[in-house]
C-alpha cells in the first residue's frame, strides 16, 4: 500500500518562504509522475506543480517563477519550495503520485499566508 506524507507547512507572513516535504513509503522512482496540489476554503482542488520520472516540471500559471518543485530518490521524498508566498497561496497542500493506472494521496499540510 502506497503512503505519502506531507509536512512543512505553517503559518508565514507574505514575502515568506516555507518548503514542503513528501515522503513516501517506498521508492519515488517508480511512480510516472508525483505532483502538489492545493484546496483552498470554499475551492476545488487544482494542481499547482507536477514532476515526471524523468524530470521534467510544469507549474500552475499563479505559481510560476516562485514555487519549485524536486525530488530526492535517495530519500524517497518530493519537495515543494514556496518563495515569495501570497496570501492567496493559503491552501491545504497534498501531494500526489501516479502509476499503475492508479493516484495516490496524501493527507494535506495546511498553509496560510498572512498579509
Known amino acids: 500500500q502506497v503512503q505519502l506524507v506531507e509536512s512543512g507547512g505553517g503559518l508565514v507572513q507574505a514575502g515568506e518562504s516555507l518548503r514542503l516535504s513528501c515522503a513516501a513509503s517506498g521508492s519515488i522512482f517508480r511512480f510516472d509522475t508525483m505532483g502538489w496540489y492545493r484546496q483552498a476554503p470554499g475551492k476545488e482542488r487544482e494542481l499547482v506543480a507536477g514532476i515526471t520520472r524523468g524530470g521534467s516540471t510544469n507549474y500552475a500559471d499563479s505559481v510560476k517563477g516562485r514555487f519549485t518543485i524536486s525530488r530526492d530518490n535517495a530519500k524517497n521524498t518530493v519537495y515543494l519550495q514556496m518563495n515569495s508566498l501570497k496570501p492567496e497561496d493559503t491552501a491545504v497542500y497534498y501531494c500526489?503520485?501516479?502509476?499503475?493506472?492508479?493516484?495516490?494521496w496524501g493527507q494535506g499540510t495546511q498553509v496560510t499566508v498572512s498579509s
Open positions: 500526489n503520485a501516479q502509476g499503475w493506472g492508479s493516484s495516490y
